[in-house]
């Protein structure tokens, strides 16, 4: 990537100058982090071993849980890191890199969510031929586009955001390297190639959004048509959970970017930070543990499992 400056590293914001407070923003981002890890990788877990799971829906939902991980694992540990060793630098290449990964997560969540309103689609307005158009094949093809575009965009947008010259500072005023707030950092004209990108994410997240709006449309009118009240609710209750987790992802990333980061403090930058990036992945294995007695009953299977196990273990050793 061509960049003219001598920016050598960025200054990411601190959370506080209080040596307490650095202390106390790195125990609770440890907390949100570690409870992340364990619910997706309870739901991962669950997904592989239980075989009543083994249908496009949860193998969907594993690629989830996956890149939902992902996403967190870019920019938490490196702000606890930050604020456990009182240091705020992150280098140039380190910028690069989080964000080329961020965007890649980010995106292929928003692909995927898009397949699962096909997915659901499908099962429910077109039952008869669920087997046949979501084989194992073309679920696994679907999953693989997810993460190759994902790839591609993320080349593009980080490509687009690197190749500016930064000529404002090196102080980014948010706890990872945030696009909006590097291109407050570019010279005037040098970010327009950037501009034109985002204008183009815009236009692909509306386009994915009309998809997932249109789908559920059709899956409403199909699940009136439901005669049995048992039967109307059960098909709500596969949607729900995935209609909650794109609203969430949506509504979290729309308030962030739609916001107007030049006349924003940096508590408020920071608070909506923490909102879209944290909120979405954190909460989606809660949602779906809670809201899906498929996965409940496995999750509850796998800990009583894990708990019998370790009873029989301790009887045996004694």
């Given at each position: 990537?061509?960049?003219?400056?001598?920016?050598?590293?960025?200054?990411?914001?601190?959370?506080?100058?209080?040596?307490?407070?650095?202390?106390?923003?790195?125990?609770?981002?440890?907390?949100?982090?570690?409870?992340?890890?364990?619910?997706?990788?309870?739901?991962?877990?669950?997904?592989?071993?239980?075989?009543?799971?083994?249908?496009?829906?949860?193998?969907?939902?594993?690629?989830?849980?996956?890149?939902?991980?992902?996403?967190?694992?870019?920019?938490?540990?490196?702000?606890?890191?930050?604020?456990?060793?009182?240091?705020?630098?992150?280098?140039?290449?380190?910028?690069?890199?989080?964000?080329?990964?961020?965007?890649?997560?980010?995106?292929?969540?928003?692909?995927?969510?898009?397949?699962?309103?096909?997915?659901?689609?499908?099962?429910?307005?077109?039952?008869?031929?669920?087997?046949?158009?979501?084989?194992r094949r073309a679920c696994v093809?679907?999953?693989?586009?997810?993460?190759?575009?994902?790839?591609?965009?993320?080349?593009?947008?980080?490509?687009?955001?690197?190749?500016?010259?930064?000529?404002g500072g090196n102080m980014v005023?948010?706890?990872?390297?945030?696009?909006?707030?590097?291109?407050?950092?570019?010279?005037?004209?040098?970010?327009?190639?950037?501009?034109?990108?985002?204008?183009?994410?815009?236009?692909?997240?509306?386009?994915?959004?009309?998809?997932?709006?249109v789908s559920y449309v059709q899956?409403?009118?199909?699940?009136?048509?439901?005669?049995?009240?048992?039967?109307?609710?059960?098909?709500?209750?596969?949607?729900?959970?995935?209609?909650?987790?794109?609203?969430?992802?949506?509504?979290?990333?729309?308030?962030?970017?739609?916001?107007?980061?030049?006349?924003?403090?940096?508590?408020?930058?920071?608070?909506?930070?923490?909102?879209?990036?944290?909120?979405?992945?954190?909460?989606?294995?809660?949602?779906?543990?809670?809201?899906?007695?498929?996965?409940?009953?496995?999750?509850?299977?796998?800990?009583?499992?894990?708990?019998?196990?370790?009873?029989?273990?301790?009887?045996?050793?004694?």
């Amino acid at each position: 990537m061509s960049n003219q400056t001598t920016v050598t590293e960025f200054l990411l914001l601190e959370f506080s100058d209080v040596r307490e407070l650095q202390i106390l923003h790195f125990v609770g981002f440890l907390l949100l982090y570690l409870t992340s890890l364990l619910g997706n990788l309870l739901i991962i877990i669950a997904i592989a071993f239980d075989r009543h799971l083994h249908n496009p829906m949860y193998f969907f939902l594993m690629n989830l849980s996956i890149l939902d991980f992902g996403s967190l694992s870019v920019t938490i540990p490196k702000s606890m890191a930050n604020s456990l060793t009182n240091n705020r630098s992150i280098p140039y290449s380190g910028c690069v890199t989080q964000v080329s990964f961020y965007i890649f997560f980010a995106s292929a969540n928003f692909a995927l969510l898009t397949i699962m309103a096909y997915d659901r689609y499908v099962a429910i307005c077109q039952p008869l031929h669920y087997e046949m158009v979501m084989n194992r094949r073309a679920c696994v093809q679907m999953a693989a586009s997810a993460w190759i575009s994902g790839i591609l965009y993320s080349a593009l947008h980080t490509g687009n955001t690197f190749a500016i010259s930064f000529c404002g500072g090196n102080m980014v005023d948010q706890f990872f390297c945030e696009i909006p707030q590097l291109l407050h950092l570019a010279c005037s004209n040098s970010h327009l190639g950037e501009i034109v990108v985002i204008s183009f994410s815009v236009l692909l997240c509306l386009i994915c959004f009309a998809f997932i709006i249109v789908s559920y449309v059709q899956i409403y009118k199909a699940v009136l048509r439901i005669p049995s009240g048992q039967g109307r609710h059960k098909a709500f209750s596969t949607c729900i959970p995935h209609l909650i987790v794109v609203s969430l992802f949506l509504f979290t990333g729309s308030f962030a970017f739609l916001k107007p980061t030049s006349n924003s403090s940096s508590d408020l930058n920071l608070l909506v930070a923490v909102l879209y990036s944290i909120m979405p992945p954190m909460m989606n294995p809660i949602i779906y543990s809670m809201r899906n007695k498929e996965m409940k009953g496995a999750l509850s299977k796998l800990i009583g499992w894990r708990i019998f196990s370790k009873n029989k273990m301790s009887v045996f050793l004694h």
